[in-house]
């Protein structure tokens, strides 16, 4: 029996509103034949010592001037890895992280023994999740011995804050900027869609084209400036780093989705998406937010898992739920794509959801700022909530998002346990269990 071929054989009738951006090769044109699965014979260049036709191709992959542009192949986590990595080896000073870092950025922390300084953050008042910076609590003093930050933009939810001003900010105070833009490859790709940080000289800025772009999954791309202290030895790590047999498909499907980028245009989608918002009003709350290709909805005393089984009856597969609200990543409809539109729209109409009365308090993130400090020692398990108390070994991560909600060195609370039992899946938490530091 083949367990994952026989679960992937299931979704035959299954509607993407989910990563990755191909929507199930619906979206763009990918031509990615199985015989095109090849090694670095002659005429195919060497990814890890390009001199033909991938240093051409990442040519193009810029998308400015004044950046060099380099394919990843094992997805946006090695290019932050790369980066802090290279930071380590280079300076002897700290970084700071806004609080809504992927769990990348935490392992980078690990593995080169750095500290960090927590920036500051604000709320959404839409999403209630972490929007951007708070300048009002950001002191210079903060940040003494800083020389790298990275910043998360946009958010998962696709919220953005004032990127230009931030960058400008951390310039200004002689810190570079590494910034996870995981979730805005297509950012600039028509001006329906908001701005990319490579627009306000981001020093290191990496993409998952195959988020939202038309690319094979762990297909990324890393921005970097030419200028930027770290250039080179980021490029030495993406070699140590990244597997040896690179994928030449992910490399094809990335340079597809790049000239995708390049030609696109959103009547389509914009008409679409009226149209799929007014679908989706007859039923449910829409929150639409900064980025376009992102919707959150909500239904008065329902929690999110429950609306996503709701959805998901009719084969509609979401990217994520909340404890009250479900995300939902629409595709880059566009002329001549495969997308069934038509259909997606009447199965949520045919979605009904009886009235309810109750209603949920919105349940607080974690918003301590202050410092991170790799955690060494030795540690023990406990049941999640026998860890009420205790700081925590390894980061309690609900995933997706794959934002840390405790991180390690954190005191469990009784609140942080309410809300991690709103996800399905947190990584940290194994057979109910979590690690926690032996105090003793």
């Not at 260049?45 to 394919?71: F, G, T």
Request: include cysteine; charged fraction near 20%.
């Amino acid at each position: 029996m083949k367990e994952i071929t026989d679960q992937l054989k299931g979704y035959t009738a299954a509607l993407s509103l989910h990563v990755p951006g191909h929507h199930r090769h619906t979206i763009g044109s990918l031509h990615l034949p199985v015989e095109h699965d090849m090694t670095e014979i002659t005429g195919l260049d060497d990814y890890h010592h390009a001199e033909d036709v991938i240093a051409k191709s990442e040519l193009i992959l810029s998308r400015h001037a004044d950046y060099r542009a380099r394919y990843l192949v094992n997805g946006t986590t090695t290019g932050i890895l790369s980066v802090i990595l290279a930071h380590k080896k280079l300076s002897t000073k700290r970084v700071a992280m806004m609080r809504n870092v992927h769990k990348s950025v935490l392992n980078a922390l690990d593995l080169t023994g750095t500290e960090a300084v927590i920036l500051p953050m604000t709320v959404s008042d839409k999403t209630n999740q972490y929007d951007g910076i708070d300048f009002d609590q950001l002191h210079i003093n903060m940040l003494k011995k800083i020389d790298l930050v990275v910043l998360t933009y946009p958010n998962y939810f696709g919220e953005i804050f004032n990127i230009k001003e931030a960058i400008e900010w951390f310039h200004a105070h002689d810190i570079e900027v590494l910034v996870d833009e995981a979730h805005g490859a297509h950012f600039d790709i028509t001006d329906s869609f908001p701005s990319s940080s490579i627009k306000y000289a981001g020093d290191y800025i990496v993409q998952s084209y195959h988020k939202t772009l038309p690319a094979l999954t762990m297909g990324s791309v890393i921005h970097m400036k030419k200028q930027s202290k770290l250039v080179e030895e980021v490029y030495y790590y993406l070699s140590v780093l990244q597997t040896s047999s690179p994928s030449y498909l992910i490399l094809s499907s990335l340079e597809q989705a790049h000239d995708f980028y390049l030609h696109y245009h959103d009547a389509v989608f914009l008409s679409q998406r009226s149209e799929l918002i007014a679908g989706l009003k007859q039923t449910f709350d829409v929150i639409e937010v900064g980025d376009p290709l992102k919707l959150v909805i909500r239904k008065q005393g329902f929690t999110g898992e429950e609306i996503k089984a709701l959805i998901e009856r009719e084969q509609i597969f979401v990217e994520l739920s909340t404890y009250d609200s479900v995300l939902l990543v629409l595709p880059l409809w566009h002329a001549g794509d495969t997308y069934p539109f038509k259909e997606l729209v009447k199965r949520i109409e045919r979605i009904t959801v009886p009235e309810r009365t109750s209603v949920f308090q919105s349940l607080i993130l974690n918003q301590a700022d202050g410092s991170y400090k790799p955690v060494t020692g030795q540690f023990k398990a406990v049941q999640l909530k026998e860890g009420v108390g205790c700081r925590v070994y390894h980061a309690l991560t609900p995933y997706p998002p794959g934002i840390p909600y405790v991180l390690p060195g954190e005191v469990l609370t009784a609140g942080h346990i309410k809300v991690l039992e709103t996800f399905e899946n947190v990584h940290g938490i194994i057979d109910g269990n979590i690690n926690i530091i032996d105090e003793g």
